[in-house]
């Protein structure tokens, strides 16, 4: 899912590791370190009869039941109660040496359609955390890539909807509408939904609202029968509007609790089509318009939710495609800027190849 985009953070991280090890100011710090006490502990029977340690110092010969515990190795002394002085060596950067070496992951970012204004996000905290701080000289590596990770942990963390819960709770048939580009697998996720809300005990009942393109009412019908659920299909060039309809009439008289209706693939140039998705959305009073896009979209994928964003309102997403696309980009592009619900992300072609969107859980997998 991540796998190019992986593969070149790490690369990038190291490099900047290996340039801040090189090139960075070192900066030693004195501390003052309190020296503690000696503690003076009375010894046990079980004590008295064990050899003495070799590092253990005597202070008394007399009494010998006492004896001192060795503290921490100091480095230096200042008279036995008094201050020790250490040094500890760190690394720091400038911000000029930052821009210089953050270049090579700006670089990975765009090459994996990162949008400009999730960089600059990504940029910003990475500077918070490592310009003129102190660095350890061993965890530069780790620093970048906590903050990495921190970074793109709130990226992904995008409003959250819970849908078995909406339906649940809902009056029924709790209504979805399915829009989108052509070909983003917007018939297939009402599918696959479909198949998600019969496993958790929901009876779901589908529209097919695609009565543009010729095959979509037969591909819909055949998806229902695989899954198991009863499809609402007029012909071919009818109204989409009123096969929707229809179908929450059904789902009244028949108490079924979702309907989900599929639509017609459309880019806003399709005026047309432009215009009756507005005629559904107005007549059909959904609760939920689900936005499909597909992860190979790249950094296009804001314009696209913005179109129909405008026109008809988008409550939430499902990213598909997601296991032919290894770069990521689109979707830390369209939680940064869209910050609009995911419900699901497809991650194959099969009904059962759609996950509920986890920001933790994508979170993990970018840095696994
Ligand atoms: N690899 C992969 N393929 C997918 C995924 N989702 C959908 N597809 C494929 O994308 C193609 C189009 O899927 P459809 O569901 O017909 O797309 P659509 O948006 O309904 O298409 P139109 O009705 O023509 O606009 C099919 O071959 C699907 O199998 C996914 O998550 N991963
Ligand atoms: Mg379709």
Redesign the pocket.
């Known amino acids: 899912m991540f796998g190019f985009l992986k593969k070149k953070i790490k690369s990038a991280v190291s490099s900047i590791t290996k340039k801040v090890e090189e090139e960075a100011e070192v900066v030693e710090t004195p501390v003052k370190v309190e020296k503690k006490k000696p503690v003076i502990k009375e010894k046990s029977k079980a004590e008295k009869k064990v050899s003495k340690p070799k590092e253990e110092k005597k202070v008394e010969q007399k009494p010998k039941e006492k004896i001192i515990v060795k503290e921490e190795p100091v480095k230096e002394k200042k008279g036995f109660f008094g201050k020790i002085k250490e040094r500890v060596t760190t690394k720091k950067i400038s911000e000029k040496q930052f821009d210089e070496f953050f270049f090579e992951l700006e670089v990975a970012l765009l090459e994996n359609n990162v949008a400009l204004e999730v960089i600059d996000k990504i940029k910003e905290d990475l500077k918070v955390d490592l310009v003129d701080v102190p660095l350890q000289r061993k965890d530069v590596s780790k620093q970048i890539m906590d903050t990495l990770k921190k970074s793109v942990s709130e990226i992904l963390d995008v409003p959250k909807i819970s849908l078995l819960s909406e339906v649940k709770k809902a009056e029924k048939p709790y209504k979805i509408l399915?829009l989108?580009?052509?070909?983003?697998?917007?018939?297939?996720?009402?599918?696959?939904v479909a198949q998600y809300f019969k496993k958790n005990g929901l009876k779901p009942i589908l529209a097919a609202g695609?009565t543009f393109?010729a095959a979509?009412v037969a591909?819909l019908e055949e998806y229902g029968k695989q899954v198991g659920v009863p499809v609402v299909k007029h012909q071919q060039g009818s109204d989409a509007c009123a096969v929707i309809f229809d179908t929450i009439s059904s789902a009244k008289a028949k108490s079924m609790d979702v309907v989900l209706a599929?639509s017609?693939?459309?880019i806003h140039s399709n005026n047309d089509l432009m215009q009756e998705l507005q005629k559904i959305v107005k007549k059909n009073k959904f609760d939920l318009k689900v936005l499909?896009i597909?992860?190979t979209v790249g950094s296009d994928v804001v314009d696209q939710v913005k179109e129909f964003d405008k026109i008809v309102g988008v409550d939430a997403l499902i990213i598909?495609?997601?296991?032919?696309y290894e770069k990521g980009g689109s979707l830390l592009s369209a939680c940064f800027l869209l910050e609009k619900p995911i419900l699901f992300?497809?991650?194959?072609?099969g009904f059962d190849?759609?996950k509920e969107y986890d920001s933790v859980e994508v979170a993990g997998k970018m840095f696994e």
Request: charged share 25%.
């Open positions: 399915f989108g580009f052509n070909g983003v697998g917007k018939s297939l996720s009402v599918a696959r695609d393109r979509a591909q599929d017609a693939g459309r499909v597909e992860a598909t495609k997601n296991d032919v992300l497809g991650v194959g072609q190849d759609l």
